[in-house]
């Protein structure tokens, strides 16, 4: 049980949803639950409301929104679908996928941060589904986070950053899957991943041809320009089949914290705390809370980088861009 001091966290109710839907209509904020993490909702058609919330979070203006709809008819009244979209639509929604394709010029230029593109998802939440259903609207949702840190997937995380800046938080559990959703580019004649997440590179091959460069050139998703989800602490990153045991020299002398999937090596000083994951999707779940229950407790956290494969991939992009130089 959680201590509500301020009465802002609400549960889960239909009245609550139905009071949440009125304070989206109204030009507020309001936090939700999806499966992925929690999001930041405002009126994705409403610009004022738009405004407010990039301010909120703090995030730079230049860094588009996700529309959240309720599924394939509602997309298609905010964005240009074609087949390729249409494929991915009905196979991955809903669920953490989401697409960026060419806008309605009903999108305000605030929430496509000036681009003719809109990424568009509907989450796997029944919650979400049935706020974005009782607003009416498309629902813009970033991450329900401050800029930069890791990003919220409980209700109380979302209070700690955003408190103040919200009108209401729904409390639907923690999240299930952790990390944020895969971004797609389906503009092109070819699918370009912009950011790995919950649907992995390799269930997206069974069904459409993707770019073959993305990683090379690095996820071009706008949000990628910038650090994220960094912990107020140094993170380094191990990764077993690269760099071997020697980062374990650095933390020899400082009080350092260990999560990751094999445990620490033989021979190396015990951490003060080691959160060793079962599995890569218990370690995409726990990734972000870890990372801020870590910060409080030492000095450094060493995290391990698991196999780039599945959903290993998103985890890996979280925790370089977690550690990556300001
Ligand atoms: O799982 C998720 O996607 C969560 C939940 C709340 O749905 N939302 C989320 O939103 O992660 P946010 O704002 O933290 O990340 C949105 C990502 C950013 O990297 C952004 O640059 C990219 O999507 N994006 C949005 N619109 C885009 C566009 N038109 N073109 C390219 N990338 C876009
Ligand atoms: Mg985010």
Same mark, same amino acid.
């Given at each position: 049980?959680?201590?509500?001091?301020?009465?802002?966290?609400?549960?889960?109710?239909?009245?609550?949803i139905?009071?949440?839907?009125?304070?989206?209509?109204?030009?507020?904020?309001?936090?939700?639950?999806?499966?992925?993490?929690?999001?930041?909702?405002?009126?994705?058609?409403?610009?004022?409301?738009?405004?407010?919330?990039?301010?909120?979070?703090?995030?730079?203006?230049?860094?588009?929104?996700?529309?959240?709809?309720?599924?394939?008819?509602?997309?298609? @009244?905010?964005?240009?679908?074609?087949?390729?979209?249409?494929?991915?639509?009905?196979?991955?929604?809903?669920?953490?996928?989401?697409?960026?394709l060419?806008?309605?010029?009903?999108?305000?230029?605030?929430?496509?941060?000036?681009?003719?593109?809109?990424?568009?998802?509907?989450?796997?939440?029944?919650?979400?589904?049935?706020?974005?259903?009782e607003a009416?609207?498309?629902?813009?949702?970033?991450?329900?986070?401050r800029?930069?840190?890791?990003?919220?997937?409980?209700?109380?995380?979302?209070?700690?950053?955003?408190?103040?800046?919200?009108?209401?938080?729904?409390?639907?559990?923690?999240?299930?899957?952790?990390?944020?959703?895969?971004?797609?580019?389906?503009?092109?004649?070819?699918?370009?991943?912009?950011?790995?997440?919950g649907?992995?590179?390799?269930?997206?091959?069974?069904?459409?041809?993707?770019?073959?460069?993305?990683?090379?050139?690095?996820? @071009?998703?706008?949000?990628?320009?910038?650090?994220?989800?960094?912990?107020q602490?140094?993170?380094l990153?191990?990764?077993?089949?690269?760099?071997?045991?020697?980062?374990?020299?650095?933390?020899?002398?400082?009080?350092?914290?260990?999560?990751?999937?094999?445990?620490?090596?033989?021979?190396?000083?015990?951490?003060?705390?080691?959160?060793?994951?079962?599995?890569?999707?218990?370690?995409?779940?726990?990734?972000?809370?870890?990372? @801020?229950?870590?910060?409080?407790l030492?000095?450094?956290?060493?995290?391990?980088?698991?196999?780039?494969?599945?959903?290993?991939?998103?985890?890996?992009? @979280?925790l370089?861009?977690?550690?990556?130089?300001?």
């Amino acid at each position: 049980m959680y201590v509500n001091l301020n009465k802002k966290i609400v549960p889960a109710t239909h009245r609550y949803i139905g009071e949440a839907a009125d304070i989206l209509k109204g030009g507020g904020l309001v936090a939700f639950p999806t499966e992925t993490v929690y999001g930041l909702g405002a009126n994705a058609l409403d610009p004022a409301a738009v405004s407010r919330l990039y301010r909120a979070k703090g995030r730079p203006q230049n860094n588009p929104l996700i529309l959240h709809v309720s599924g394939i008819m509602d997309a298609s @009244r905010y964005a240009g679908l074609n087949s390729t979209a249409e494929i991915l639509m009905h196979q991955f929604w809903p669920g953490p996928l989401t697409l960026v394709l060419f806008a309605s010029d009903k999108i305000p230029s605030v929430t496509r941060a000036g681009l003719d593109t809109v990424a568009l998802r509907a989450p796997l939440n029944m919650v979400a589904l049935d706020l974005i259903r009782e607003a009416g609207l498309p629902i813009a949702g970033p991450s329900a986070n401050r800029s930069g840190r890791p990003s919220p997937t409980t209700a109380q995380t979302v209070y700690e950053d955003l408190g103040d800046e919200v009108d209401m938080i729904i409390d639907g559990g923690p999240t299930t899957i952790g990390v944020e959703s895969t971004v797609v580019d389906v503009t092109g004649d070819l699918v370009s991943v912009l950011r790995p997440g919950g649907v992995t590179v390799e269930m997206l091959e069974e069904f459409v041809d993707l770019a073959a460069d993305d990683e090379e050139f690095g996820y @071009r998703s706008p949000g990628n320009l910038h650090r994220h989800y960094a912990p107020q602490i140094p993170l380094l990153l191990w990764d077993p089949s690269k760099n071997g045991d020697g980062i374990f020299v650095r933390v020899e002398d400082v009080p350092w914290c260990y999560m990751g999937l094999s445990g620490t090596p033989e021979g190396v000083r015990e951490p003060m705390k080691k959160i060793v994951f079962g599995s890569v999707q218990d370690y995409a779940k726990g990734l972000f809370s870890t990372l @801020r229950d870590l910060e409080t407790l030492c000095n450094v956290i060493v995290a391990e980088l698991p196999e780039d494969a599945g959903l290993g991939r998103a985890v890996r992009n @979280r925790l370089e861009k977690a550690a990556a130089p300001e």
